[in-house]
């Protein structure tokens, strides 16, 4: 099969033995997805305000017809289905097989190409005077949260004529009108569709006169054929039965490549929309459709109340949405296809890049949504037909870096939700957001001790990397606040000692009992960022109270909890609800016996336990603890926590590896020492904790052991197991996955400080003689940067290129190396410096 890419980079490449899984999002971030599937396939249509997975319209499907030009020999026609083989695992079924078109001809051989957001199939058939590319993508570029959540779907045929002769080709895609369902609920009523011509091109727009229109599943879709081809259409396919209406259609395509207009009365009739062009020997021609979305009425996290799709206030229907993206498409290509590229194209190792992007998808599921305000939120993941786990769940968030480097808008809408509408007077954070907001105030739920804290840090994360001075002003008392509710009577740190003790519900959804390093590590982070802030905005004598709980807290968690291998959980019972402040306990999932208390730690060695760590040094904090006891203990979680092989694993929970698989436990107890009853998942292997071990020995010198974690986990989703395009955990595309993109700044040593304006990298390889190069986002801008060494050890020429945004600095460091004064610069998109760090 051809290699060409037709200007797409291309990251991975899955033969057909493992395609079966893949399915990749097509979508904006906020609108919902459709996926293209591993043989070219539609599949997963989830656009309509909830998951939807195995979910398509009955007749959904593009497909191909040629015909040597001028022939009236039906003998020479060849037709398929743009799809290649079904997976033979997907023969049987009760009634034969289950896959939807089961009985269409289809390509022989088919190759998916990824590096996400682009999906590419290649199709080869001996009998196909043709080879053809399938290319699908919705634009993805960082800092433009607007370019990047278009609901469309824009889908290519590339076909090469390979005959001899000229060849009358056409491609045709159909999609039933199924307005008034999302998959699992509701009734198409009264539906219909109607021919739609304008000069970019032509399509059929699918409404419903029958759907009340303030339902979910209201909305409309368009499917348009771009340029000047020959373009034909149906609105409507014929009311057969016995599978007469699919005979129909096939027959009036094959019979001229041409579509007939049918009547039907039918709910949901199907829309037909094909494009004919003859193409010489050897020609290659491009068939662009573009599928569009408008479904405007999400509801709340328990679908009790309408609280709108941010997307759908910028267009009327889905026919607009075609006609606004069609004149900004080859831009908004471009744009991502330079940030693919870039990404590709980084001295860094495959399966970092890999992660990275893949789990970007995660953002354009239904996992993630923005309100008609435009306000950000998301699940923890989908379940297979609802969101699963609401209120952009702040002990999960706390994992994913791929919001904050990439889309600062949008983490900082988090923050504003947060600490500007859900923190109470008395400083309590629910760690689900209700929806909408003034229910975090009238009805707050439970906080969460590890999500109130990394909230704090994000919050300087979000100042630090935007340098935005008004955001920390206006967010800075609920903040402080934020903080000082771990000091109330029966709260997590009652005594004021720097050391959590008190009742702490976490990620576990269970509460902790006394001092723990996951937790407690979180709180040491969000003391040192509460001491930067405070210091910043002269409020000396909260700074003065951070910086000496942190100094004892640290001192303490070393001294006591610290085992010569890792840091251990001290379990202390409150001995009854008395002694826990109210709002500090999920009732009924969490330990019943508060004198001898289960879901415990005790002496495991968890894998995450050092993630306030591991963000204290991305975002420029420091050491919370002693570095040679992070080492060691990053060290114990690669010998205690890995398993090279599930076969003997015992798990009474979730499986997410099996057979022979490996990957890191969630905790282990190598001293033989487990609790009768530990914390639920303790047995269970979650890629979004593997990527946090993983990213934090990056930070601590041990690159090589935190990439082959990364290489371990992303062998398990290696297209026939599991979809590259899903990292499960609670649900699908699971929100903790996200922190694999933390790899990125890890290993480039990339910071940005907007407040002193201060741009930092690692150097270079010591002994590197070529030219280094690298991806860098801060959330607000992005580029790259080139480090080649000067001659005679002069140091280091560094080449710095902004492709978007906004990034002011006036120093550039290189760590270890040095720094270079830039001045006062305000960089934009085109943007380049050159400039020499001059070595120590």
């Not at 062009?277 to 573009?290: C, D, Q, S, V």
């Not at 409020?539 to 291998?565: I, M, Y």
């Not at 801008?781 to 080649?788: C, D, F, K, L, R």
Request: with cysteine.
């Amino acid at each position: 099969m051809t290699a060409e890419t037709f200007d797409w980079p291309v990251l991975d490449r899955y033969d057909v033995a493992h395609s079966l899984r893949v399915a990749l999002p097509l979508g904006g971030i906020g609108t919902g997805t459709v996926s293209l599937g591993g043989r070219g396939d539609l599949r997963d249509w989830e656009v309509v305000n909830r998951p939807a997975k195995g979910f398509a319209p009955r007749w959904s499907f593009f497909a191909l017809r040629t015909a040597p030009a001028g022939s009236d020999d039906p003998r020479a026609v060849v037709a398929r289905a743009l799809e290649g083989p079904i997976d033979l695992v997907l023969y049987e079924g009760g009634h034969g097989s289950g896959v939807p078109n089961h009985g269409l001809p289809r390509f022989r051989r088919s190759e998916f190409l990824a590096a996400y957001p682009f999906g590419q199939v290649l199709l080869e058939d001996p009998d196909v005077p043709a080879e053809v590319r399938v290319q699908a993508f919705n634009p993805l570029v960082p800092t433009d949260a607007e370019a990047s959540g278009l609901p469309v779907a824009v889908l290519r045929y590339v076909v090469t004529n390979t005959a001899g002769h000229p060849l009358e080709v056409s491609v045709a895609g159909s999609v039933s009108n199924f307005v008034g369902t999302d998959g699992s609920e509701g009734v198409a009523k009264d539906n219909h569709n109607a021919v739609r011509q304008e000069d970019f091109g032509t399509g059929v727009l699918l409404t419903s006169d029958g759907v009340q229109r303030d339902a979910e599943q209201w909305g409309s879709l368009a499917l348009v054929a771009l340029g000047e081809d020959d373009v034909t259409t149906r609105t409507a396919w014929a009311d057969h039965s016995w599978g007469g209406e699919l005979l129909d259609f096939w027959d009036d395509f094959t019979a001229d490549g041409r579509l007939e207009e049918r009547a039907s009365g039918t709910d949901t009739p199907t829309a037909s929309v094909a494009a004919t062009r003859t193409l010489a020997p050897g020609e290659t021609h491009t068939f662009t459709f573009l599928l569009g979305w408008h479904f405007p009425n999400r509801r709340n996290w328990d679908r009790t109340e309408t609280v709108g799709n941010y997307y759908t206030t910028k267009y009327a229907d889905a026919w607009q949405v075609v006609a606004d993206t069609v004149p900004a498409l080859d831009q908004l290509e471009r744009r991502t296809r330079t940030f693919v590229e870039d990404v590709v194209g980084s001295d860094l190792p495959h399966v970092v890049k890999e992660a990275a992007l893949a789990n970007l998808s995660t953002l354009r599921t239904q996992t993630c949504f923005r309100t008609a305000d435009g306000r950000f939120f998301g699940w923890e993941g989908c379940s297979d037909d609802v969101g699963c786990c609401a209120g952009s769940c702040t002990h999960v968030w706390n994992y994913e870096q791929a919001t904050p480097f990439l889309f600062g808008a949008l983490a900082t809408s988090l923050r504003e939700v947060e600490l500007g509408h859900a923190t109470g007077a008395d400083g309590r954070m629910p760690f689900r957001i209700p929806l909408p907001l003034e229910r975090a105030q009238t009805d707050p739920g439970p906080a969460a001790a590890d999500g109130q804290m990394g909230c704090l840090v994000k919050l300087y994360r979000e100042w630090r990397m935007s340098g935005d001075d008004d955001l920390l002003r206006s967010l800075w008392p609920a903040a402080k606040r934020a903080l000082a509710f771990a000091w109330i009577p029966g709260g997590w740190d009652a005594d004021r000692d720097g050391v959590m003790e008190g009742s702490q519900h976490n990620t576990m959804d269970v509460e902790y009992f006394g001092p723990n390093p996951e937790v407690g590590v979180w709180y040491l982070a969000a003391l040192r960022a509460c001491e930067e802030m405070a210091t910043y905005l002269d409020d000396g004598d909260f700074a003065a109270t951070c910086a000496d709980l942190f100094a004892r807290g640290s001192t303490w968690l070393d001294e006591h909890l610290f085992n010569g291998e890792y840091y251990r959980h001290e379990i202390r019972p409150p001995g009854s609800e008395d002694a826990i402040a109210p709002g500090l306990r999920l009732k009924g999932i969490g330990a019943r016996d508060l004198v001898n208390p289960e879901l415990q730690i005790g002496d495991g060695c968890l894998a995450d336990q050092l993630v306030g760590q591991e963000l204290a040094h991305l975002y420029g904090l420091g050491d919370l603890l002693d570095p040679a006891h992070v080492r060691t203990t990053f060290e114990s979680i690669l010998r205690h926590n890995r398993r090279d092989t599930m076969a003997g694993h015992f798990n009474p929970m979730r499986s997410y590896t099996l057979g022979d698989e490996a990957g890191l436990v969630v905790a282990s107890y190598p001293r033989g020492n487990r609790p009768e009853r530990p914390f639920p998942y303790f047995d269970e292997v979650w890629s979004g904790l593997e990527y946090t071990a993983a990213v934090g020995m990056i930070c601590v010198g041990m690159a090589e052991e935190g990439v082959r974690v990364i290489e371990t986990t992303r062998g398990r989703y290696d297209g026939r197991r599991r979809n590259p395009f899903d990292e499960a955990e609670c649900g699908h595309h699971y929100v903790r996955a996200m922190a694999s993109w933390g790899a990125v700044p890890a290993l480039t040593g990339f910071g940005y400080d907007g407040v002193r304006r201060v741009l930092t990298f690692a150097a270079a390889d010591e002994v590197a003689t070529d030219t280094t190069r690298w991806f860098w986002s801060n959330g607000w801008a992005w580029g790259t940067v080139e480090q080649t060494p000067a001659a005679a050890g002069a140091g280091v020429d560094v080449r710095l290129d902004v492709r978007e945004g906004t990034l002011r600095v006036r120093e550039l460091t290189l760590t270890g190396l040095g720094s270079a004064d830039l001045g006062e610069r305000t960089l934009g998109p085109g943007d380049q410096v050159r400039v020499r760090v001059p070595a120590a």
